[in-house]
């Protein structure tokens, strides 16, 4: 059930006037005293998803480019964060400035036509980045529009940080692609927002300081190779191997390793229903390739062979 508090702000509802560097106003941009928080100055605490609430405060709403507070996180509680996304937002018909849950979590691919996301939402909420900068017209605004049509297509291409995912669904309310209602149908069949494996695999490391930049598949499998269980870290990366020997086609990354051969692993895969986390079991290695039992596929299904991956450090 949604639980709804409720403040009026003034000015369009995506005031590009937000403080600098790079905030999103929402609402009257006026008050910089909540900048950089990205969520109102009071909150009803922990939202399911679906749940909206709106807050009781006078400043605007802001969308920081950056996602505060990743230097400790370990995989799976990142994962939570596209989870259990906290997307600020503004009611068209009161101008109350609010705030959603929404669960980003499909897998999507570029490269595979049924696993794309939907490229005429991105176009339209581009657009209306466009729009809205146009009507603020001011030069100081360019930067943000900039960041914030990088950032709807980041998310669009399964490539986004969590804030980037923020971005594009604070559009998707507040100028109506998407109600409350339909939130969930929006995210995972409208607008077909999720990731692919290295998308969250390179969102993971730069957002939490692990390195400076995105790399390929194919970059993070020359680093240095564990061959055995016992030399298996938190953050190594797992890569398939193709029995072609062709170029890498998955990654995932461990979160922590247990006994008896078992590590937690979370990723974002189709078969895996999107990003998931779970355990391992190692059934042999010989070399640098290890033979592993993937555990349960999204329908609760074995995985009929074990997978061959190197587990590489990740840096």
């Known amino acids: 059930m949604s639980r709804q508090w409720c403040s009026m702000s003034s000015g369009d509802p995506l005031d590009h006037r937000g403080p600098t560097p790079g905030p999103m106003g929402i609402?009257?941009?006026?008050?910089?005293?909540?900048?950089?928080?990205?969520?109102?100055?009071?909150?009803?605490?922990?939202?399911?998803?679906?749940?909206?609430a709106c807050a009781l405060a006078t400043g605007p709403l802001v969308l920081p480019l950056t996602e505060a507070g990743c230097a400790e996180l370990g995989p799976h509680d990142f994962k939570q964060l596209y989870r259990e996304l906290e997307v600020p937002y503004v009611t068209r018909d009161t101008g109350h400035t609010c705030s959603v849950q929404a669960d980003v979590h499909i897998y999507v691919n570029d490269g595979i036509t049924a696993r794309r996301s939907n490229g005429a939402e991105k176009d339209a909420l581009q657009s209306i980045v466009r729009q809205n900068a146009r009507r603020a017209g001011a030069a100081a605004i360019a930067a943000n529009r900039s960041a914030h049509n990088v950032a709807i297509a980041h998310a669009y291409y399964g490539k986004g940080a969590p804030w980037e995912y923020r971005i594009y669904l604070a559009y998707a309310l507040t100028y109506g692609r998407a109600t409350l209602a339909s939130l969930v149908t929006y995210c995972d069949t409208t607008a077909k927002l999720g990731l692919d494996c290295s998308g969250f695999i390179n969102s993971f490391l730069v957002s939490t300081g692990r390195t400076d930049r995105e790399r390929d598949i194919d970059v993070y499998a020359r680093n240095p190779a564990r061959t055995s269980y016992a030399q298996i870290q938190p953050f190594d990366l797992l890569i398939w191997q193709r029995s072609d020997g062709d170029a890498s086609r998955h990654i995932a990354i461990v979160d922590h390793v247990t006994e008896s051969n078992e590590m937690v692993v979370v990723e974002s895969s189709g078969s895996k229903g999107g990003l998931a986390s779970s355990t391992y079991t190692v059934e042999s290695v010989a070399g640098d390739i290890f033979q592993v039992d993937r555990g349960l596929d999204e329908d609760g299904n074995a995985y009929s062979d074990p997978s061959s991956v190197k587990i590489v450090a990740y840096q």
Request: proline content about 12%; aromatic content about 0%.
């Open 27 to 52: 609402g009257d941009a006026s008050d910089p005293s909540r900048a950089g928080t990205g969520l109102p100055s009071s909150t009803p605490g922990t939202l399911g998803v679906g749940d909206s």
